[in-house]
Nanobody, 119 residues
Framework: QGQLVESGGGLVRAGGSLRLSCAAS????????MGWYRQAPGKQRELVAT???????IYAASVKGRFTISRDNAKNAVDLQMNSLKPEDTAVYYC?????????????WGQGTQVTVSS
């Protein structure tokens, strides 16, 4: 059974940085596009970034140039480096395995990690 475990969230001031990590079981990571999504209070979950097994990436316009998604296929891990954080980046961030398209997520989700950016 697939499992995703996120870590690295926390409280940071605007302009600061955080790095999120997601550890996945091999069965749901290997050969799969991985993604990070976020959900702010009162808002729908939205795509932040995705990365294919070959390393091709897609970013939401709101984070492009500030966030970097990466993966280590040998360790079954995907990270999200977040720089120049803004208060509007405050949300629960989720790792997703098996992203199908920009509008179709995969079947596996982590438990989420809270990111709070203070002004």
């Amino acid at each position: 059974q697939g499992q995703l475990v996120e870590s690295g969230g926390g409280l940071v001031r605007a302009g600061g940085s955080l790095r999120l990590s997601c550890a996945a079981s091999g069965t749901i990571f290997s050969g799969k596009t991985m993604g990070w999504y976020r959900q702010a209070p009162g808002k729908q979950r939205e795509l932040v970034a995705t990365i294919t097994t070959g390393g091709m990436t897609i970013y939401a316009a709101s984070v492009k140039g500030r966030f970097t998604i990466s993966r280590d296929n040998a360790k079954n891990a995907v990270d999200l480096q977040m720089n120049s954080l803004k208060p509007e980046d405050t949300a629960v961030y989720y790792c997703n395995a098996g992203v199908r398209s920009l509008s179709r997520t995969g079947d596996y989700w982590g438990q989420g990690t809270q990111v709070t950016v203070s002004s």
